[in-house]
């Protein structure tokens, strides 16, 4: 089946450490985008990637990095410099058809003690 | 982009239409209507889009009003399955190349009560 995966489901890590969530899709999707979910909130923009070797800074990037080395994977590094790193972290594709949709993971919800 | 305006939350009796509304007045006109939902802990999915004309499909239909400033988004028979956030978006349709940006809102929490 296609589709986007997210691993792992649920992340714990220690304050201070980088931890890197992963994204993969099988969709042959150019396009792919990282957000960020607080409890209660909308989804906010860290980084997004319309083709291989290329990304761009969303609404949110400071403290996070990004690379996009094949088309299929977009991993996210939520570094040590991102203050509030607790939150659920959502991966999307999109096609560069004419179909509008965006399609998105199963989430990855990180907590940071 | 514009913004648009949901009710925070609604209820909706199982097996009746479940009418969700969106207020979009600032929608200029290369702007779709988009909605999506999320349900509780998973990624958002997307439902349908239209620019003016009233659309369906298999999940549900969307009514847009002649001047583009509001929609509503309809499930013609809730089930409980359909509890979840719903959000209504606009953006510019964006063709190949071109980066959609999608601002989601806080939606509209829709329970579907038995």
């Known amino acids: 089946d296609g589709g986007i995966t997210q691993s792992p489901k649920y992340l714990f890590r220690k304050e201070g450490q980088n931890v890197t969530l992963s994204c993969e899709q099988n969709?042959?999707?150019?396009?792919m985008y990282w957000y960020r979910q607080d409890p209660g909130q909308g989804l906010r923009l860290i980084y997004y990637?319309?083709?291989?070797?290329?990304?761009q800074k969303g609404d949110i990037a400071e403290g996070y990095s990004v690379s996009r080395e094949k088309k299929e994977s977009f991993p996210l590094t939520v570094t040590s410099a991102q203050k509030n790193p607790t939150a659920f972290y959502l991966c999307?594709?999109?096609?560069?058809?004419?179909?509008?949709?965006?399609?998105f993971g199963p989430g990855t919800r990180l907590t940071v003690t | 982009d514009a913004k648009t305006t949901q009710p925070p939350s609604m209820d909706c009796a199982e097996g009746r239409a479940a009418n969700l509304p969106c207020n979009h007045s600032?929608?200029?006109?290369?702007?779709?209507v988009y909605w999506y939902r999320q349900i509780h802990s998973q990624g958002p999915q997307y439902i349908i889009h239209?620019?003016?004309n009233n659309e369906t499909n298999e999940m549900a239909s969307l009514i847009i009003t002649e001047d583009r400033k509001s929609s509503t988004l309809i499930l013609p028979h809730a089930t409980l399955r359909d509890t979840a956030v719903y959000y209504c978006?606009?953006?510019?349709?964006?063709?190949?190349?071109?980066?959609?940006?999608?601002?989601f809102g806080t939606g509209t929490k829709l329970q579907v009560i038995p």
């Open positions: 239209g620019l003016k």
């Open positions: 978006i606009v953006s510019p349709y964006m063709n190949s190349g071109g980066y959609q940006k999608v601002t």
């Open positions: 969709l042959n999707h150019d396009a």
């Open positions: 600032t929608i200029s006109g290369n702007e779709y």
């Open positions: 999307a594709s999109r096609s560069s058809g004419l179909s509008p949709e965006q399609y």
């Open positions: 990637s319309q083709i291989v070797n290329d990304f």
